[in-house]
């Protein structure tokens, strides 16, 4: 690649570069565009941090020459829709992370991202698909800690994982808010057809972010037992904790696809109960009905001789049977629970 | 950290140190203050056991450097909601483990808490989270069997495991009774929504005792097959012992929770039984008062030439008729088990 | 412990000893006093087998000091609900197994027992827990083959272990029995109550066996592993034996828990198929009485010009009709398998 | 065992045996009678293959002592119920295999059996319990191939292997077929009983082959990978494909037990909605026959100021608006799809 | 075999060979006869590809005898409905995929295939068995990119796998959005009969897909791990990319698996609820004209003291009675839901 590529492409670059930066003992010291990466990594010792966001095909290829990345990890980076991994090669190591974070609207509707990490000696690269604010802010938190930040590359990845991670907890801590709402509907004893369509969507979030947290258990442990020089020893105990708090995630999302499948029967079996009790107050009224329709279709019969028909009484008396049927009815249906 | 700065915070600190003991062949020989730890663990051979509740974390601080602690453990052990784990440094060790008790009222609900432990050569230190009662009486326990106490921390780390873990069988007793009394409501033929519920909240509780109990499998284990030598070998038989009751513990939830889940089953089978069973006398009772009510329906006509309907007897042989045909169905419904 | 304390105990432990007896080459040779069990098993080369029952704590110490047993194990051994394991020490054993064996009654109840055994150099020492029953005939059926008895407390070890197996059988073989008794009332059409309370009442029984076998699988494949020269090596094809025989329970309950569950979903689905023939068959009969009453409503209008009422034939005209009508419905419902 | 007693036992041995022959060279040379066994064994480099059906304990007894097989193994040949399962000896093997088959009736019904094969240098003795058929016609077939009998006692074994595993293809066909017969039951609409019996049954039919065919898995698998020099190096690609096919038939009962248990599932969905259409059908024709009864009962009112009772076309006006009534309903209910 | 013979079996063989071509780094230099494979790969240094198409066993033995396959693997090839599965042979290896396609027709049927593939040092032979189409257009694509088919036999079997694997993706989408469809239908509170059958159908083809799948998981697995020469290693990052992408379609049918179970529990939830619904419905109406019913019985009833009958007003009084209570009714039916 020659001087003159690289301007030509310098240009389209920028768009979905958000970020490259030369640190120096954990202390930005310049910025470093993008044509200028392979003389910076080549000619110093300072740690370039670049930050992509859906990168065309021609940034890719433009990286993948100056730091040697591998054929398919570039093509990996170009696709989004990858299963979290970690790849490590002689001197580099490729990441995917999926990302999760609560839509901005008031609905809690999740959104997805993925974020991969090409790392290297003295480089490392962080392209993100999908939500980009998914990760907005990790930057700006590492270069706080700037004594953390100088002990290298791993600690980046480190922070970037570290970060993703913990943005997990607020969506968990939604659909567990969600659960504990669908119970009190539940429970309630009013079926509507939305509570089963909630459940479902609950379960639905659930197997999405179970789909993105699982393998992250597999990738976190991988990077604490990892013998590349990338992560040193020193940082090992890091990736343990995030090891534990992707666990923990796993765990949270395992306890709550239970939860919301014994909700799911729950909700079944109340509805049947609510059937149960409705047909009997149905059979109650239809009952307390049919005694006096019963009595006056009696009197209604044409027979030359019925002796109560002819007297005074006979209709007051008639009623009066009618309504004491029904209240005798109504007590005895009140008393045996069914209305 | 100077004099001075240990001084400043000595006051603020022990509000949150519940016990702070220097112990020399299992017997305690002396309270020891916060800020004059680092001394006595310095200068002595005798065993420090420092008790804290929820502490700040300037509390912790102090105890980081005054032992030395990790910076991530330290972090981790100011937040709660840990998941039950050991790490293993390489002259201390981080335990996390979570409590469970029954509340003091009366109804079944369960106080869930946490206890951290650090451990080092000479010193112990346990910080609880959460329902403090969980784990009183565990350093009288421990100083009642000062044999035991003088073997050294790794013991004292038994004992609090020990006593934690014992706690558990009381709440899963109570979660065993509440099936039992459930399984008596679900058979008795009468179905309430609360029977429902109350299965539900059985099986959530469950849920989270299992949560807080199945990593522990793993930590007991991993205390048994450590070479730390924080864990001496005649330690080992009682991390086993430990093992054994958590194992036994997982195995009674998960017999619960199969157990909760055929109950919740039978629950909807057997409110379907009742439900066939209403439908049954309801449609029965319906015939009985229909027949009449057709047969009156008849002699309601108005044709000028019925017969019947002039015979003296006429009226009271329907109704004979009417009656008869009630007790017939009556009859063969109860037959069939209908009514 | 002295001569004299050994005598102080020696009245109050035979109650729960149920036998002590020295073997010389597979041949019963001398009740041995536990009182003098340690002199026996030091100056003299026999097997010692005592077997207790429920016992003392004062026996057990006894026991610990005579054969140096580890503190913990003894301290099991006096409570019972342990869960089946083996424990191997460097020149001893501790083994846990449950018991099963039906009661005695004609139901189909269990009772669970529980067996510990300390098993050592020249010595083993069985302890009862629970149902005496449910080992009675080991030792009897041991000295029937003096062969086996002589190799050894290896294989008296294993000659426990294969009797409590063996008795797992009959136990699985009544609960197989009243699952193709549920099978002939679930598919009889005919949906009581207690159907679906067998079925749960035999899940739980199946549950409490799995979990008192479960364990047996990994306790009996140790045995077979083990190397421990307590167990020579060709003791472990016998042990191999129990492992397969107890796989083959565990399988066999395996199926059953399916089976059963299978039995309560078809329960399920049938109870929906009967609740809808019942209706279908309600229905019907409405709708034949429907009919008729409505007809006769017709003829009990009271208009002026209405030239049926006036023929002679109009009555018995009528009657033909609602009883045609009722006959054609009838006839049409059993065509289409409603009645 | 001298030869007289051979003698004795050879009239009663010779029921059980089916075949017993000596092979040179894949090539059947001579019919060995049992008796003669353990010479021709000891004298020769022949082949030597007994087929035994369910033998006495005196002809095992007699093979025990011809070619030295272990007590235990000879104790479970003659005990049927064995979980299929290897056992490699120093110089021999005992593999146990569940056979399964259709039984010659109409109907799906599945029998099983069980065969036995001891292996040792120059020898194999195959043990049928149960079903004859389901291995008649392997030795035929081994004939037919003399080129693999000649590579040995371990050719022989995958053929008897290779021979059983074949013949669950057509029992899981044949299962294969129920179910897509049942399919069609459940989605054409009619609920019999029998469905559900049917699914419970195959359900029960893919547990007992399930049982039979999973521990086969293991079996095949470490027949591939013994260093017993039974099995030679070139035999272990043949027990490989055997391997391949008792995994694909596992996969394939697996397959029908997820399915067979969706169909369940989906027939019990299918009976409610089944029951709902019915009840809305039920309500439909109620209301159209409870609207004319109404008005018929209006009319059948005496109140003497109705005026139309009076008009000449009142009746036949009121039949109008009945029949108007019940038409319009009927259309309604047409259109929203409950008629 | 001679000359001659390969002569004589020339014709029959090009049926079903789709392609034979010799290949000198990446470009396809010569079309090679089947007769004359042997001859090329021994006599020269080309990669030789061979497409079958369901060969006819005359051709497998020829191409046997000409690159000395193994027995067991050429009757494999011949025989479809294989398992996928690796077998590495000493210089060769063979490989079984399954292939899955959408048919061309709208509905959404999946079409399986099987590809085998032999591949020892220089040759590569593919063996197709059902649908063609599943993986036309893989030599075409291989072609295109010359500088990874100069790789050799390996990387040709990566383009295979890989080309195989993508197809799975439309499937699956495929798949999903028939999920997404159903959802909708089942939410939207019509419960037809289709429904739930397409829910099955929907997990029958996932049953079918996943058990093709899921073996691919350790094909790959093990073509990343193999120490054959055949696989060189700049070759496994490509196999651990197919590697990768088997798993994610692994999770993905998984998911759709949950989740259609999810929609199937959801469903039978629903039609509970609708046919509740519809009963307070239909209970709710048998009521409002109940009510009429029963009063226009009172005033049929044929007392001759009866005041109203006389009023003027009576008979609209009685209307007013009624239509009122029927609105009230109404009314009160509206505002608690079952209306």
Redesign the interface.
Known sequence: MTTHSSDSTGKQLHRSVINSAAYCDGVRVADVPIADLEDAWKNSDRLLWVGLCEPSESILMHLQHAFGL?D?VVE?AHRA???P?V?V?DDSMFVVIRTARLSDGGEHRIEFGETHVFLGPRYIITVRHGSLKSHAGVRARCEATPKLLAKGEGFVLHAVMDFIVDQYFPVIDALEAELDEL?VH??S?K???SV??R??HL??DL??IK?AVTPLIEVSSQLTRTNSNLISADAR??F??VH?HV??IA?LI??LQ??S????????????????D??????A???I??????I???????????P????????PA??LVMLSACLILYKSFRKTGWL
Do not use: C
Request: no cysteine; hydrophobic share 45%; glycine share 6%.
């Open positions: 591998h398919l990996d829709h990858q299963r991994k790849e090669y119970e539940i429970f004893g079926f509507v057809r089963t369509e459940i479902y379960r639905r197997l999405a789909q105990p890091y343990q904790d534990d666990i923990r765990d395992d306890g239970q939860l499948h014994t909700a799911l029967e729950s909700n079944l079996a109340l509805i049947s109960v609510a059937q149960n409705d047909m009997k107050r149905l059979a009224w239809a009952a009905l049919a005694v006096p329709t019963m006056a279709g009696l009197y209604g019969m044409n027979f030359e001789f019925m109560e028909i002819r007297w005074a009484w006979g209709y008639s009623l």
